[in-house]
């Protein structure tokens, strides 16, 4: 039998806390190790939301750390199993081999112009660069080559399994987490005889990076997933593929593009 060091995170919701404890009981009679600190094994109860806190605790352990999602709502992208499956989970976790697979994250680098020390993130979704009370002008540059000169509310970066969180409110493409790159979309561009950009969501590619140098001095918005950022005066953000990447437990597979249609087409009549 496999005996697992195992973390679970969870929200605050009184089915989940009911759920979590459930699971914690099942876990210990099972024979494996409750460890908040050094799990091999990171269990979220909640939503998709939970599961991106559970990333940010255990983001300095990525190399030792598989991640597992558990939904108490509705099935998320990133949430494999439901709350009414526990004992089918324990019981893989317990006779199976570790299987997982690894999906890209995004590295945000942000430099100020009061000469503070860069700072220095990794995101699973996305990274959001806005103004919210006059226009965001920034340079794009794509391998330190200008691209354009976007002017408009702001800029989204996304990861792949983050595309369909943010990004895809703002018209940016779905991509297969499968595919190791990187997503630039626009936040409503200003566009007109004056004004230009490409208009579209842009994918780089793993060997590239994008880096946007604001071009005035104002305070911008930068959010990394669910956290936003202290409002300062930004004056670079370097954006690409990081190193590093998220491992999640793979015990049974859902295809991508069913769970895609479920999350947001629903059932089809034929
Ligand atoms: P939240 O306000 O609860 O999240 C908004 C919704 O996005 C929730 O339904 C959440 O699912 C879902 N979600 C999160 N990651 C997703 C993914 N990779 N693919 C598809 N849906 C996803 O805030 P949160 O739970 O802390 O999550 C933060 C994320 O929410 C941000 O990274 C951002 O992408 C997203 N968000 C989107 C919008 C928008 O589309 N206008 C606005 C704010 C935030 P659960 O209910 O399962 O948590
Ligand atoms: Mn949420």
Same mark, same amino acid.
């Given at each position: 039998?496999?005996?697992?060091?195992?973390?679970?995170?969870?929200?605050?919701?009184?089915?989940?806390?009911?759920?979590?404890?459930?699971?914690?009981?099942?876990?210990?009679?099972?024979?494996?190790?409750?460890?908040?600190?050094?799990?091999?094994?990171?269990?979220?109860?909640?939503?998709?939301?939970?599961?991106?806190?559970?990333?940010?605790?255990?983001?300095?352990?990525?190399?030792?750390?598989?991640?597992?999602?558990?939904?108490?709502?509705?099935?998320?992208?990133?949430?494999?199993?439901?709350?009414?499956?526990?004992?089918?989970?324990?019981?893989?976790?317990?006779?199976?081999?570790?299987?997982?697979?690894?999906?890209?994250?995004?590295?945000?680098?942000?430099?100020?112009?009061?000469?503070?020390?860069?700072?220095?993130?990794? $995101? %699973? +979704?996305?990274?959001?660069?806005?103004?919210?009370? *006059?226009? =965001? #002008?920034?340079?794009?540059?794509?391998?330190? /080559? &200008?691209?354009?000169?976007?002017?408009?509310?702001?800029?989204?970066?996304?990861?792949?399994?983050?595309?369909?969180?943010?990004?895809?409110?703002?018209?940016?493409?779905?991509?297969?987490?499968?595919?190791?790159?990187?997503?630039?979309?626009?936040?409503? $561009? %200003? +566009?007109?005889?004056?004004?230009?950009?490409?208009? *579209?969501? =842009? #994918?780089?590619?793993?060997?590239?990076?994008? /880096? &946007?140098?604001?071009?005035?001095?104002?305070?911008?918005?930068?959010?990394?997933?669910?956290?936003?950022?202290?409002?300062?005066?930004?004056?670079?953000?370097?954006?690409?593929?990081?190193?590093?990447?998220?491992?999640?437990?793979?015990?049974?597979?859902?295809?991508?593009?069913?769970?895609?249609?479920?999350?947001?087409?629903?059932?089809?009549?034929?």
């Amino acid at each position: 039998m496999v005996k697992l060091k195992i973390a679970v995170v969870h929200n605050k919701t009184e089915h989940t806390l009911q759920i979590t404890a459930e699971l914690l009981e099942k876990l210990v009679a099972a024979g494996h190790t409750i460890d908040q600190r050094n799990p091999e094994l990171v269990i979220s109860v909640g939503g998709d939301g939970t599961l991106l806190s559970a990333f940010h605790l255990y983001s300095h352990k990525l190399d030792q750390v598989r991640f597992i999602g558990v939904h108490t709502g509705h099935l998320g992208f990133y949430t494999d199993w439901r709350d009414y499956e526990l004992d089918d989970l324990i019981e893989l976790l317990s006779t199976r081999k570790d299987e997982s697979v690894s999906y890209p994250l995004l590295d945000v680098r942000i430099t100020y112009r009061n000469g503070k020390p860069t700072k220095h993130f990794l $995101s %699973l +979704n996305e990274s959001i660069v806005k103004r919210t009370d *006059s226009t =965001m #002008v920034a340079d794009i540059y794509i391998r330190d /080559e &200008l691209f354009e000169r976007f002017r408009g509310d702001g800029l989204s970066v996304s990861t792949p399994t983050g595309s369909t969180a943010y990004n895809k409110s703002i018209g940016g493409a779905v991509l297969h987490p499968r595919i190791n790159a990187i997503q630039l979309a626009e936040i409503a $561009s %200003l +566009n007109n005889r004056v004004f230009r950009t490409l208009g *579209s969501p =842009m #994918v780089i590619a793993s060997h590239e990076w994008i /880096e &946007l140098r604001m071009q005035d001095s104002a305070e911008c918005l930068v959010t990394v997933d669910q956290f936003q950022l202290q409002q300062e005066e930004i004056k670079s953000i370097f954006y690409r593929i990081a190193e590093e990447k998220i491992q999640f437990a793979s015990y049974r597979h859902t295809h991508f593009w069913r769970r895609v249609r479920d999350a947001f087409i629903g059932e089809i009549e034929e």
